[in-house]
């Protein structure tokens, strides 16, 4: 069972900077796409950002021109830089991948077959 972890969450002041981290037990070339999302009390869990096995990034226009994610195969690990946060980014950002190849929207949650626990991220105005 792929284990995916978070890390890099933390409390900043508005457009300061965070970097998030996901480390698979499994590396990261093996997955089809790994997705970065997003949750807030009371609301749906929104898509952010994701790379395809291929590099090709996609991102939510909230995050487009702040946000970065890339990967390091070698430390089995994929990464979200985030610069200029704002108030509204505040919440828990969740890590997810998955396995399987094919047609399908990539941001919706039901698309991903692993998830990690979470790590929370609160930018201060």
């Known amino acids: 069972q792929v284990q995916l972890v978070e890390s890099g969450g933390g409390l900043v002041q508005a457009g300061g900077s965070l970097r998030l981290s996901c480390a698979a037990s499994e590396r990261t070339f093996s997955f089809y796409v790994m997705g970065w999302f997003r949750q807030t009390p009371g609301k749906e869990r929104e898509f952010v950002t994701r790379i395809h096995g291929s590099g090709i990034t996609y991102y939510a226009d909230s995050v487009k021109g702040r946000f970065t994610i890339s990967r390091d195969r070698a430390e089995n690990t994929v990464y979200l830089q985030m610069n200029s946060l704002k108030p509204e980014d505040t919440a828990v950002y969740y890590c997810?991948?998955?396995?399987?190849?094919?047609?399908?929207?990539?941001?919706?949650?039901?698309?991903?077959?692993?998830w990690g626990q979470g790590t929370q991220v609160t930018v201060s105005s």
């Open positions: 997810a991948a998955r396995t399987r190849p094919g047609s399908a929207n990539y941001s919706r949650t039901e698309t991903y077959d692993h």
